[in-house]
């Protein structure tokens, strides 16, 4: 069973600070998924990586696949930064019916 | 704009009463998808649909029901037979099975929080 593993739980930290959440998975993945939630609710698609390193703006993810590991990195962070962070993982051996395993997600809080 | 949206976006309910949570998409996508979510815990699948007419159970579909009449149109049910129904429920599309979020290729709606009273 593919187990997806994130940390910290929770993470508090100042504007500005350089913010770091991991994400280990334990079986072999075709993609893996970053994503941001809002309070409201709604789910955003940062990030697909299959390999290497992505950057969007201040966002940087990073996949070590021989490690099964994957990194989530935001610089100088704002206020505006605060949300949870899940990452997800498709099973290169088929998965579940949407190939899909969520992790718990990452508490993000930025304060001013 | 293209995209999903789920409605109500909260919702109370009796206990004892069924209710239904609407999903529609006009992104052309054959894939459709419920996901229950709890503190603490990952999204948990719920029901998928990979074509009109036809809908799968998911991990946790004990309690729930759907239907997929319309290609746009995904809407589960909570009945009373599901003993913890309040949670966040979201919805989701993709162009195909199994690719549930390559880039931007599926979407999320904005979720529906239902509360038991």
């Known amino acids: 069973k593919n187990e997806v593993e994130q940390s910290p739980q929770n993470l508090t930290a100042q504007e500005g600070e350089f913010i770091t959440i991991n994400c280990s998975y334990s079986v072999g993945i075709s993609a893996l998924h970053w994503l941001q939630q809002h309070p409201g609710g709604g789910i955003v698609s940062l990030f697909m990586?299959?390999?290497g390193k992505k950057k969007h703006g201040r966002l940087i993810a990073t996949i070590n696949i021989q490690e099964k590991h994957s990194s989530l990195h935001i610089t100088a962070s704002h206020p505006r930064d605060s949300a949870v962070y899940i990452c997800a993982v498709i099973s290169d051996s088929g998965g579940g019916a949407d190939g899909l395993t969520f992790g718990k997600g990452t508490h993000l809080i930025i304060q001013p | 704009d293209g995209g999903i949206t789920q409605s109500p976006k909260y919702l109370f309910r009796k206990e004892g009463q069924n209710v239904t949570l609407s999903c529609e998409q006009n992104l052309n996508h054959d894939a459709m998808y419920w996901y229950r979510q709890d503190p603490g815990q990952g999204l948990r699948l719920i029901y998928y649909s990979q074509i009109v007419n036809d809908f799968q159970k998911g991990d946790i579909a004990e309690g729930y029901s759907v239907s997929r009449e319309k290609k746009e149109s995904f809407p589960l049910t909570v009945t009373s037979a599901q003993k913890n129904p309040t949670a966040f429920y979201l919805c989701?599309?993709?162009?195909?099975?199994?690719?549930?979020?390559?880039?931007?290729?599926?979407?999320f709606g904005q979720g529906t929080r239902l509360t038991v009273v």
């Open positions: 990586l299959s390999s």
């Open positions: 989701a599309s993709s162009i195909g099975p199994g690719q549930l979020v390559p880039n931007t290729e599926a979407f």
